[in-house]
């Protein structure tokens, strides 16, 4: 069988022009972590960290695997952060720090606010 994506020189991520389905019209409310995922994507990129295009840069050399496997948001975050390593606002270790700190105060809002 012939790869026709290979033959049109188009990567896995790129649907343009392929049958895709009806998209769903269902307003639903945003999860306050999505909110704040956009919120900080448009702070770190008026803050010129990074550029929509830098952001793209990320979700499309993502593996397929993650890609199908991440929602929407969490593409979004791995995109930031690795922007924001890239852009040095902070390193990985600096991350890796914060991260475990953040880990110990519980998994939820709840517990996080005795810490």
């Known amino acids: 069988m012939i790869d026709t994506q290979k033959q049109i020189g188009r990567r896995w991520h790129d649907m343009g022009g392929d049958a895709a389905g009806p998209v ?18 448009v702070l770190c990129s008026s803050k010129g960290h990074f550029t929509v295009d830098g952001l793209r840069r990320v979700l499309e050399d ?11 948001y969490e593409r979004w975050v ?34 996080s606010a005795g810490a």
């Open 24 to 41: 769903p019209d269902d307003a639903h409310d945003f999860a306050i972590w999505e909110k704040r995922v956009d919120a900080l994507m």
């Open 62 to 72: 993502m593996p397929v695997e993650s890609f199908d496997e991440m929602s929407y």
């Open 78 to 111: 791995m995109s930031i952060n690795q922007n924001l390593i890239e852009a040095g606002v902070y390193t990985t270790a600096e991350l890796a720090k914060k991260m475990a700190d953040v880990s110990v105060r519980g998994e939820t809002y709840g517990e």
